[in-house]
């Protein structure tokens, strides 16, 4: 066999590879044969028709094929052997001459990456802090969470929440009422954008909701009161900026069935006992202080994570295969179809809400993809130079951590139960533990870290990352 590399851009390579040892002209014979015990052809017992009437029952193109389908995948392998390469996708052939077989073999092979001196990224990690005034907020919060809604008897004001029957549409709607209230005449009420019963609305002007202005409306009316109005929607509200409605003017019909007021109780030792986790307040701003302090750590050490994985990328350019990116914003979409069928909403409502088609997404979402991609297989070639490897261990820990939060060890067990899922597991599991490593370099004093990295880390070839995705 004769094997001839090319490079092309992409990280793809073109194999043309010319096949030896009458290995084909033996795929032939073994083809006409196989046909042979498929077909059938009057006279002869399946298999045992002669050659030269089984090739005019089926035709040379019939058994070219077949012996192609056969052959090729063998071709491919020694091609991939001889030429010394690790494709990461599928092979496109394309047989340019039969006698001998000449094959020309297109395939996406893994990026060769030049990793720069990331051992001098040095970043400031910040010391987090917690004021006061964010004890108090939370304080607050709690307080809204074990808030009571009572009814009363007065005119809505700004903060209640309030039941309500509310219509909206677009065009006129002139009425004509009888004494007594009932409708008489009216005009075709166009396209409706609004139809709630028993809506519990609260009244919070800064919400915006549905349109600006809306809730405003509602402040002074009695219960069982009704009310027409017309609202202009902005054209400015990024929340309209593609809508239909940009612009355009709504008639709103509003009925208020029940008015509710808030009443929160007081902090004090009382609500600590309340919430259920200290038996006195300072206990429990002491409580809510550590929590806030744990998530500002998490917060900057994710800042780090982030901006040493982007530095470091910055230093290596890679010449992404677009096989890897559009892998990546499959999962992408995939991942987003999932979020909303946890909602129970469907991916065609969202693609209508949005105004956009799935190709327009897959578009916006590429930009992020290459990030993503890049990100992996720069971290995972950092893992490498630095010989950062996870321990069965390690694994075992992580598997029981998620079935913890699961509170299903049993399921979590049988998730990574298959190589392919433990794999990726461990996969994720390096990811982190090498971007952690990068941040603890990069934020160490000076004196003890090392200027260069390891020389094998100078270029070095990288598994690219799998089908659950990429760490951004």
Same mark, same amino acid.
């Given at each position: 066999?004769? &094997?001839?590399?090319?490079?092309?851009?992409?990280?793809?390579?073109?194999?043309?590879?010319?096949? !030896?040892?009458g290995e084909y002209q033996k795929a032939l014979e073994q083809?006409?044969? $196989?046909?042979?015990?498929?077909?059938?052809?009057?006279?002869?017992?399946?298999?045992?028709?002669?050659?030269?009437?089984?090739?005019?029952?089926?035709?040379?193109?019939?058994?070219?094929?077949?012996?192609?389908?056969?052959?090729?995948?063998?071709?491919?392998?020694?091609?991939?052997?001889?030429?010394?390469?690790?494709?990461?996708?599928?092979?496109?052939?394309?047989?340019?001459?039969?006698?001998?077989?000449?094959?020309?073999?297109? &395939?996406?092979?893994?990026?060769?990456?030049?990793?720069?001196?990331?051992? +001098?990224?040095?970043?400031?990690?910040?010391?987090?802090?917690? /004021?006061?005034?964010?004890?108090?907020?939370?304080?607050? $919060?709690?307080?809204?969470?074990?808030?009571?809604?009572?009814?009363?008897?007065?005119?809505?004001?700004?903060?209640?929440?309030?039941?309500?029957?509310?219509?909206?549409?677009?065009?006129?709607?002139?009425?004509?009422?009888?004494?007594?209230?009932?409708?008489?005449?009216?005009?075709?009420?166009?396209?409706?954008?609004?139809?709630?019963?028993?809506?519990?609305?609260?009244?919070?002007?800064?919400?915006?909701?549905?349109?600006?202005?809306?809730?405003? +409306?509602?402040?002074?009316?009695?219960?069982?009161?009704?009310?027409?109005?017309?609202?202009?929607?902005?054209?400015?509200?990024?929340?309209?900026?593609? @809508?239909?409605?940009?612009?355009?003017?709504?008639?709103?019909?509003v009925k208020v069935k029940e008015i509710k007021e808030q009443?929160?109780?007081?902090?004090?030792? !009382?609500?600590? *006992?309340?919430?259920?986790?200290?038996?006195?307040?300072?206990?429990?701003?002491?409580?809510?202080?550590?929590?806030?302090?744990?998530?500002?750590?998490?917060?900057?050490?994710?800042?780090?994570?982030?901006?040493?994985?982007?530095?470091?990328?910055? +230093?290596?350019?890679?010449?992404?295969?677009?096989?890897?990116?559009?892998?990546?914003?499959?999962?992408?979409?995939?991942?987003?179809?999932?979020?909303?069928?946890? $909602?129970?909403?469907?991916?065609?409502?969202?693609?209508?809400?949005?105004?956009?088609?799935?190709?327009?997404?897959?578009?916006?979402?590429?930009?992020?993809?290459?990030?993503?991609?890049?990100?992996?297989?720069?971290?995972?070639?950092?893992?490498?130079?630095?010989?950062?490897?996870? *321990? =069965?261990?390690?694994?075992?820990?992580?598997?029981?951590?998620?079935?913890?939060?699961?509170?299903?060890?049993?399921?979590?067990?049988?998730?990574? /139960?298959?190589?392919?899922? #433990?794999?990726?597991?461990?996969? #994720?599991?390096?990811?982190?533990?090498?971007?952690?490593?990068?941040?603890?370099?990069?934020?160490?004093?000076? @004196?003890?870290?090392?200027?260069? =990295?390891?020389?094998?880390?100078?270029?070095?070839? +990288?598994?690219?990352?799998?089908?659950? !995705?990429?760490?951004?």
């Amino acid at each position: 066999m004769k &094997v001839t590399c090319e490079s092309l851009p992409g990280s793809r390579v073109a194999l043309t590879v010319e096949e !030896g040892d009458g290995e084909y002209q033996k795929a032939l014979e073994q083809a006409w044969r $196989q046909l042979a015990n498929r077909v059938n052809i009057p006279g002869f017992r399946r298999g045992k028709a002669p050659k030269a009437i089984v090739m005019r029952a089926v035709g040379p193109e019939a058994v070219e094929e077949e012996a192609l389908r056969v052959y090729l995948p063998q071709l491919y392998r020694e091609a991939v052997s001889e030429a010394n390469i690790e494709p990461i996708g599928d092979p496109q052939f394309d047989v340019t001459q039969r006698d001998p077989l000449v094959v020309k073999v297109t &395939v996406t092979v893994r990026p060769e990456i030049k990793l720069g001196n990331y051992r +001098q990224i040095r970043l400031t990690r910040e010391e987090p802090r917690v /004021a006061e005034a964010q004890v108090d907020t939370q304080l607050e $919060q709690l307080r809204q969470r074990h808030a009571e809604w009572v009814p009363v008897e007065r005119p809505v004001a700004e903060e209640d929440l309030v039941t309500i029957d509310a219509e909206g549409f677009t065009g006129h709607r002139p009425l004509l009422y009888s004494a007594g209230g009932q409708e008489l005449v009216h005009a075709d009420k166009g396209e409706v954008v609004l139809n709630e019963q028993d809506w519990a609305y609260p009244v919070e002007p800064d919400m915006g909701m549905p349109i600006p202005g809306f809730a405003e +409306q509602l402040v002074g009316m009695s219960a069982n009161e009704e009310k027409e109005f017309r609202l202009a929607v902005p054209g400015d509200d990024p929340r309209f900026e593609n @809508s239909k409605l940009a612009g355009k003017e709504i008639s709103f019909r509003v009925k208020v069935k029940e008015i509710k007021e808030q009443h929160l109780p007081e902090v004090n030792d !009382g609500f600590a *006992t309340l919430v259920g986790t200290q038996d006195n307040l300072e206990a429990l701003r002491a409580e809510i202080r550590e929590m806030l302090l744990a998530r500002a750590a998490a917060e900057e050490e994710a800042r780090l994570s982030d901006l040493v994985v982007d530095m470091a990328s910055a +230093q290596a350019p890679i010449d992404l295969p677009d096989e890897l990116v559009g892998r990546e914003v499959d999962r992408m979409v995939q991942s987003l179809q999932r979020r909303l069928d946890r $909602q129970n909403f469907s991916f065609h409502n969202y693609l209508q809400i949005a105004q956009k088609s799935e190709e327009e997404l897959r578009r916006e979402y590429r930009s992020q993809a290459e990030r993503n991609i890049k990100s992996v297989l720069i971290v995972d070639a950092i893992g490498d130079a630095e010989g950062i490897q996870v *321990t =069965p261990e390690e694994v075992e820990e992580e598997i029981l951590r998620i079935g913890l939060a699961l509170g299903d060890g049993a399921r979590a067990r049988r998730e990574y /139960a298959d190589p392919e899922s #433990r794999a990726n597991l461990e996969a #994720r599991l390096r990811y982190d533990k090498t971007v952690r490593w990068l941040v603890e370099q990069a934020t160490q004093p000076e @004196s003890q870290t090392q200027a260069e =990295p390891p020389a094998e880390a100078a270029a070095t070839e +990288q598994t690219p990352p799998s089908e659950e !995705g990429a760490h951004s």
